[in-house]
């Protein structure tokens, strides 16, 4: 079937130590999007690939940084990790610009010790 | 302040009653998405309203699409533990644009 994986799904990290965390789909959609969510909060966009264009929302801090190798693949880094970076990091997809039905991947809940 | 406000926050239901979910939007509305969560997972598509006055219907679930009130509701019928989870709104709030804007959710747990 065609999805949105992420990995790890939970992943424990120390403060300041950098960490990946990865996504893949087999969609062969255009645009793969980067959300924070933290406990009882609507998900926060961080940034989006369409395509090789990358998205950064203005608000998203400099700590975080996104890389797209190719159509499948994107990955979150976040360079020094605190303890407010402790959430579920959701990857989604969708096919282009003018549809805006995305598809999540299962999240990988980051904790900062 | 929020784009997109959920109503209610939480809601717990006998099973078998109907319920209503709400979303409200400060802005015009070019799409409308529900969406399911479980916690401590990802967003499952429920659904997408793109005209006013649109209604959709899966199974026990319907959603409607007041464009006029930047309002839609969505209602579940005769619900079943099954249908517990958190109940998530999107919008597409700027037209030609790929993001979407999410509200908080709601809590659903429904008592057997």
């Known amino acids: 079937d065609a999805m949105v994986i992420q990995n790890p799904r939970y992943q424990v990290t120390q403060f300041g130590k950098p960490v990946t965390l990865s996504c893949s789909q087999t969609l062969n959609h255009n645009v793969m999007y980067w959300y924070q969510q933290k406990s009882s909060q609507a998900p926060k966009l961080l940034f989006h690939?369409?395509?090789?264009?990358?998205?950064n929302e203005a608000d998203t801090p400099d700590n975080f940084q996104s890389r797209r190798p190719n159509t499948s693949f994107c990955f979150l880094d976040i360079r020094s990790p605190g303890l407010g970076d402790a959430a579920m990091y959701l990857c989604a997809t969708s096919r282009d610009h003018t549809v805006h039905e995305q598809y999540f991947g299962p999240g990988t809940r980051l904790t900062v010790t | 302040s929020q784009e997109l406000e959920q109503s209610p926050q939480s809601l717990i239901v006998q099973e078998g009653k109907n319920l209503t979910i709400n979303c409200t939007s400060s802005?015009?509305?070019?799409?409308l998405y529900w969406y399911k969560q479980k916690y401590g997972e990802g967003l499952i598509f429920l659904m997408m309203?793109?005209?006013?006055?649109e209604e959709k219907s899966h199974e026990k679930i319907t959603a409607k699409l007041d464009e006029k009130k930047q309002q839609s509701s969505l209602h579940i019928t005769a619900s079943q533990p099954s249908h517990a989870g958190i109940y998530l709104c999107?919008?597409?709030?700027?037209?030609?644009?790929?993001?979407?804007?999410f509200g908080k959710g709601t809590k659903l747990t429904v008592n057997p």
């Open positions: 802005k015009t509305l070019y799409g």
């Open positions: 309203l793109q005209k006013g006055g």
């Open positions: 999107g919008a597409a709030l700027q037209g030609g644009s790929e993001k979407l804007v």
């Open positions: 690939y369409y395509d090789k264009d990358f998205n």
